[in-house]
């Protein structure tokens, strides 16, 4: 044959031979490097179960929660104005509403500015609001406008005409917690929530009929409840009820597993329908001393948190607010996957470790709140004020 001439004709030396000698002395390749830990050398199995990659469901509309644009501005809106909030509040309780400006730059956290940033440059931003000035030391002081004076005696003027409707929304609170107290701390770090004002614990003495304050053996004052009153032992959700029933039915949807056919009949399927979505519980009640994971107990940490909303400025608060009352009303850490569940009331702005919930019928379709306390209708007039600047104001704009 032509191929054995061929190779008869190769010379022995040049003997093709393979590039790499490893191969020779082991022909057979390891096979342990393309076998996984669950196959064997002569059957390669499935991946079990608990070891495979598990695939997240794609977003449905069905399932996907619709984004509120307005209400996700009003977020934005308070990181805007942070330093004018904190910096306001601060600055009110300095002696003379005035502070050295060396100082005011170390105090980022309580003047809501970033740190490692120049406290000069938010202040030049609202020049109807804030004043610098040389003091007789020597030293640059920071302090408020002559205008800005004058909108805090305005301020005052509101907070003296809304006393008796503060007193009540504290009395509400001390009516929903678990042994009828809160510590006066916690109501004084969330007073602009309610509207509360700043010496609201001096005022407490004047009302004897309503309050107790206790001193703790830690030194920790205490805010008891001295008199139940029946006529504000009454939610807003058992008055919207008197008015529409079915309305508020479906606020709620709280679900109880069972089978697709219990073989009930009409009266009775419509019973169980209202049990998964009337919320029967007394917000005022004992309800801290249900079952921990009953249904009863979601309706009553549910319609505490609507009601606790309700007695809010601008029905809504942030889960550090929350948070604030977890002891005093029985909540516990599933509270955003609790509200989670109850979409057509709740609306959870923000991301889910710095959220803030809003009650959704308080706001028009643009994120207009419906109903204004004085309060927050000044608050809106001070934040048009604070873009302003100082040539543009006296023009039209009714400051009384």
């Known amino acids: 044959m032509a191929w054995r001439v061929l190779i008869s004709k190769i010379p022995k030396s040049k003997t093709l031979t393979p590039k790499f000698a490893s191969l020779v002395s082991n022909p057979k390749p390891n096979l342990s490097i393309f076998s996984s830990p669950f196959s064997t050398s002569f059957l390669i199995t499935k991946t079990p179960k608990k070891y495979r990659k598990k695939c997240s469901k794609p977003d449905s509309p069905r399932t996907k929660p619709v984004q509120n644009p307005h209400l996700e501005s009003i977020l934005q809106r308070d990181s805007y104005f942070r330093f004018l909030t904190r910096s306001k509040s601060f600055l009110s309780t300095q002696p003379e509403?005035?502070?050295?400006?060396?100082?005011?730059?170390?105090?980022?956290?309580?003047?809501?500015?970033?740190?490692?940033?120049?406290?000069?440059?938010?202040?030049?931003?609202?020049?109807?609001?804030?004043?610098?000035?040389?003091?007789?030391?020597?030293?640059?002081?920071?302090?408020?406008?002559?205008?800005?004076?004058?909108?805090?005696?305005?301020?005052?003027?509101?907070?003296?005409?809304?006393?008796s409707d503060r007193v009540n929304k504290v009395r509400k609170l001390l009516m929903m917690s678990k042994y009828k107290r809160i510590p006066l701390s916690k109501i004084h770090h969330c007073r602009l929530l309610f509207g509360v004002p700043d010496d609201f614990r001096d005022r407490v003495a004047k009302y004897p009929e309503f309050f107790r304050i206790v001193m703790e053996d830690d030194g920790k004052r205490i805010l008891e409840l001295v008199k139940w009153d029946p006529l504000l032992a009454v939610s807003d959700i058992e008055r919207e009820c008197l008015v529409d029933e079915d309305r508020v039915k479906n606020m709620f949807n709280f679900l109880v597993k069972y089978g697709k056919d219990l073989g009930l009949e009409y009266d009775e399927m419509k019973k169980l329908y209202s049990l998964n979505?009337?919320?029967?519980?007394?917000?005022?009640?004992?309800?801290?001393?249900?079952?921990?994971?009953?249904?009863?107990?979601?309706?009553?940490?549910?319609?505490?948190?609507?009601?606790?909303?309700?007695?809010?400025?601008?029905?809504?608060?942030?889960?550090?607010?929350?948070?604030?009352?977890?002891?005093?009303?029985?909540?516990?850490?599933?509270?955003?996957?609790?509200?989670?569940?109850?979409?057509?009331?709740?609306?959870?702005?923000?991301?889910?470790?710095?959220?803030?919930?809003?009650?959704?019928?308080?706001?028009?379709?643009?994120?207009?709140?419906?109903?204004?306390?004085?309060?927050?209708?000044?608050?809106?007039?001070?934040?048009?004020?604070?873009?302003?600047?100082?040539?543009?104001?006296?023009?039209?704009?009714?400051?009384?």
């Open 277 to 400: 979505t009337l919320l029967m519980v007394s917000l005022y009640s004992d309800g801290w001393r249900f079952d921990l994971w009953s249904l009863e107990v979601e309706k009553y940490r549910v319609g505490v948190v609507h009601e606790f909303l309700r007695l809010t400025l601008e029905k809504r608060a942030s889960i550090h607010h929350i948070v604030e009352f977890k002891e005093e009303f029985s909540l516990t850490r599933q509270t955003y996957q609790m509200l989670k569940k109850q979409p057509q009331t709740f609306y959870m702005a923000g991301i889910e470790m710095n959220w803030d919930v809003f009650l959704k019928d308080a706001y028009d379709g643009d994120g207009v709140l419906i109903v204004k306390d004085p309060r927050v209708i000044f608050n809106d007039r001070l934040r048009t004020y604070a873009q302003m600047q100082e040539g543009e104001l006296g023009y039209g704009d009714d400051t009384t």
């Open 97 to 163: 509403h005035a502070l050295r400006l060396d100082d005011a730059g170390k105090l980022y956290r309580e003047l809501g500015f970033p740190g490692g940033r120049k406290v000069s440059r938010f202040l030049q931003r609202q020049p109807t609001i804030f004043a610098t000035y040389r003091h007789a030391d020597n030293k640059m002081w920071v302090g408020f406008t002559e205008f800005m004076e004058e909108l805090l005696l305005e301020e005052k003027e509101i907070m003296n005409e809304m006393e």
